[in-house]
């Protein structure tokens, strides 16, 4: 008879810090050294080892989104003002340019994923700025409408942008290409590559979500949710991907059996504020207004945390070991994940 530890994980919280408002945005360093945060009082603050040092103060402007470059060596915050700000890591953060586009409201970002290229929207625009020259290297008329949502193909290929009309997806080698356009029939909110970079979601305001195979069109059309789909995620699992979808009190997991793709819903109390998957890993985050993160792994929850009245979003550390949430009062919590026997088995 051999004899085992059952092992269960567990997350607890280890720390948690008060900002002056709505907590907008969060994201850990790619070294997992640091923890970015935003805030709706326009607040940019570092959290490490449970402590917080404020980059920017507060001011008259939201801070909305947020990223680092793929080396960490770069991060960069848009927001209210119309101001994309750029800071460099050397040794210490320090500011190093600031984008002006004063009569915009810059709400989406996103890096290259292997280069020090950024992305930015400007209301019917997506501007890429090179970090190495310090300029902006191209201009992307997206024409339709603003653009809601950016996604870099994970090869960093093709980039995605959402908006009325659908998702255009430009070829990073000649940006001067036709881009490709995922036609939906009302707005695209959200776009998001799997990780293998197979499939390209859209979750649209016409309460639908729209799939692409890439490369092997026409893309399937997801149906029945109550209100607009806001938010899509993707799993690690290459081999096996599973896709998110957060709308009002749900979130819908579609994998892929054989031909077709079969869904599942995992219910919140309220409104689902942000999903995300933790890394190599199959266990989702869930985040809303019934002030609860929830953890589900294959579909069932395994464990509630609380520690805020309302959440806003939520960031995973890159080893998954650590799990940071924001709250819609400017709360800032840290969960770490801890590992124990649970009985014995034969």
Known sequence: MSIKAIATKQFKQTDKQQLSEYITGLTWSPDGNCLCVITAAGELALWQAGKIKLLHTQSNYSLDCLGFSADGQWLATGGQAGKVHVWQNADTWRLITTLNHEKAWIDSLAWHPRQNLLAFAVNRQVKIWDANTQQIDTSLEFQDSSVFSLAWHPQGNFLAA???????????????????????????????????GKYLASGNLDRTISLLHWDNPPPWLMQGFPGKVSQVTWSPNQSKPILAAS?????????????????????????????????????????????????????????????????????????????????????????QRFISGKGFKS
């Not at 000649?174 to 707005?187: I, Q, R």
């Open 162 to 196: 959402s908006g009325h009309g659908g998702v255009k997806v430009w070829q990073s080698k000649d940006w001067t290409e036709k881009p490709y356009l995922l036609k939906v029939p009302g707005a695209s909110l959200a776009c998001a590559w799997s990780s293998d």
């Open 247 to 335: 709308c009002q009190e749900g979130v819908t997991l579609w994998q892929r059996q054989q031909r077709n793709w079969q869904s599942q819903i995992l219910k919140h109390q309220k409104t689902v504020r942000a999903i995300a998957f933790a890394p190599n890993s199959s266990l989702l985050a869930s985040a809303g207004d019934d002030g609860y993160v929830r953890l589900w792994q294959e579909q069932k929850p395994i464990q509630t945390l609380k520690a805020a009245k309302e959440f806003s979003c939520l960031a995973w550390h890159p080893t998954g070991k650590y799990l940071a949430a924001g709250g819609q009062q400017g709360e800032l919590i840290v969960w």
